[in-house]
DNA sequence: TATTCGTGGGC
DNA sequence: TGCCCAAGAAT
């Protein structure tokens, strides 16, 4: 059978009521209260929701605004993101609360420019914030919105690396006019590529638009060109950072620069690491030469 | 535009 | 077992 593509509206009523139905219940949504939605963005940026729940609900006891965060020493932000991964974010994070604090307030600002100003913010998080908490219209296109449109209306198992123009105009041109069911939609379509239309294994037999996608209906064509890149791991900079960053943030105070060294044994790289991490201030160094979490 | 930046679980 | 992937941002 064709996929016969029904009129947007159309598109919207299914999705939003699919979602209705069958969302996860989780905490940033359940409470969607500004800063508690701009937690739950940085750290789900790259990182599964299921790693995130159990740090996401520390992090909102310990600094329940964003002032709470930004009263508190950097490295205490960084200790508390634990193993999150990418731990900028956590110093990222830091800093978006010393600039709501100093420029806004204290409050999360609630407009994709004023959002996009903010450390560690770029435009998916501006866009989430902005349409989840606040309720506005904006292009929500993640990883999981990507892989939806690309296979429901291009065709394609997989989205291309980068966003492009005519991708973004795509998005655009779907959007829902009105704020309220365009927040929907987002959440909607990015829940959609989450749970059912994921990258390995899509259950489309529990899909709202199966019979409107357009991969399903041209027999679930395998990406074709060239090979998607996995990030590359064992033996790199990023794990001598996080294999020396592991030390400093699992000690209870500073750490003598011999411990740090036990921890990997390549010394070239592991300076050239601890170079990084004290350019990129997530480690500071003692005046007895001593390595700790920034303050 | 292409790289770099952590971590861990599923297949 | 390795490989792939997960609500990206900054440069």
Do not use: K
């Amino acid at each position: 059978m064709p996929a016969t593509t029904p009129p947007p509206a159309e598109l919207h009523r299914r999705v939003i009521d699919w979602y209705g139905a069958h969302r996860r219940t989780l905490p940033w949504r359940e409470d969607p209260d500004p800063w508690r939605v701009m937690v739950s963005e940085f750290m789900l940026q790259q990182t599964p929701v299921v790693r995130v729940l159990p740090v996401f609900e520390a992090w909102l006891e310990r600094w329940p605004t964003p002032a709470d965060l930004a009263a508190s020493p950097a490295g205490e932000a960084v200790r508390a993101w634990g193993r999150l991964g990418y731990p900028r974010r956590a110093l990222r994070l830091h800093a978006a609360a010393t600039a709501i604090v100093e420029s806004h307030g204290g409050a999360v600002p609630g407009t994709y420019d004023e959002l996009l100003t903010l450390p560690g913010v770029g435009d998916y998080t501006a866009a989430a914030i902005a349409s989840f908490a606040y309720g506005r219209r904006a292009v929500v296109l993640d990883t999981n919105v990507r892989r939806v449109f690309a296979r429901v209306v291009s065709g394609v198992q997989y989205p291309s690396q980068g966003v492009l123009r005519a991708e973004r105009d795509l998005a655009t041109s779907l959007l829902p006019e009105d704020d309220a069911v365009a927040a929907a939609w987002a959440a909607s379509t990015m829940e959609l590529g989450a749970v059912v239309c994921t990258a390995r294994a899509p259950r489309c037999e529990a899909c709202p638009i199966a019979d409107a996608c357009r991969w399903r209906a041209v027999g679930y064509p395998p990406h074709d060109g060239p090979p998607r890149r996995g990030q590359p791991w064992h033996g790199t900079d990023r794990q001598c950072r996080g294999a020396l960053m592991a030390v400093v943030r699992d000690a209870a105070g500073p750490v003598a620069p011999e411990l740090v060294a036990a921890a990997w044994s390549d010394a070239a790289q592991r300076e050239r690491c601890l170079d990084s991490l004290l350019d990129d201030g997530l480690l500071d160094l003692a005046a007895d030469g001593r390595l700790t979490l920034p303050g």
